[in-house]
């Protein structure tokens, strides 16, 4: 019943990556909305600098613009992270079901292994 145990640990080895795959994502996630705030602090400041706040003005700073754009981008990325994120999550929860399966049918191999050996000693015995 080697298969059996070989199929669990490939289960198990797969766990662990979908967890990887999910951590990595929600550290992915977290670093664009601390940037993200970052760069709303410098928009903040570059408007409160040139005292306009009206994105459609002719004298708007270019860099609060450029900033602004920046940070919609982090922001689409973070939904499309999200998004990802929920996928990751549904598929962790599938080979976590195909790894309980697995160990479910592991021991019920052993436990016929272990009456069988036993059976056996008990008619040499």
């Known amino acids: 019943m080697k298969s059996r ?39 903040t400041a570059e408007e409160k600098k040139a005292g306009i706040t009206d994105i459609n003005h002719f004298a708007y700073p270019t860099f ?9 981008n982090l922001r689409n990325s973070q939904s499309d992270l999200a998004q990802q994120r929920s996928t990751a999550e549904s598929l962790l929860g599938e080979a976590e079901a195909e790894l309980s399966k697995a160990e479910m049918l592991e021991s019920r191999d052993t ?4 009456s069988e050996v036993g059976g056996r000693s008990a008619m040499i015995g």
Do not use: C, H, S, T
């Open 64 to 72: 609060a613009k450029a900033a602004r754009l920046r940070r919609d």
């Open 111 to 114: 436990k016929i292994r272990e």
């Open 5 to 43: 145990e070989n199929l669990v640990r490939l289960k198990q080895f797969q766990v662990n990556e979908k967890r990887r795959q999910l951590l990595q994502l929600d550290m992915m996630i977290a670093e664009f909305e601390r940037m993200a705030v970052e760069l709303e602090l410098q928009i």
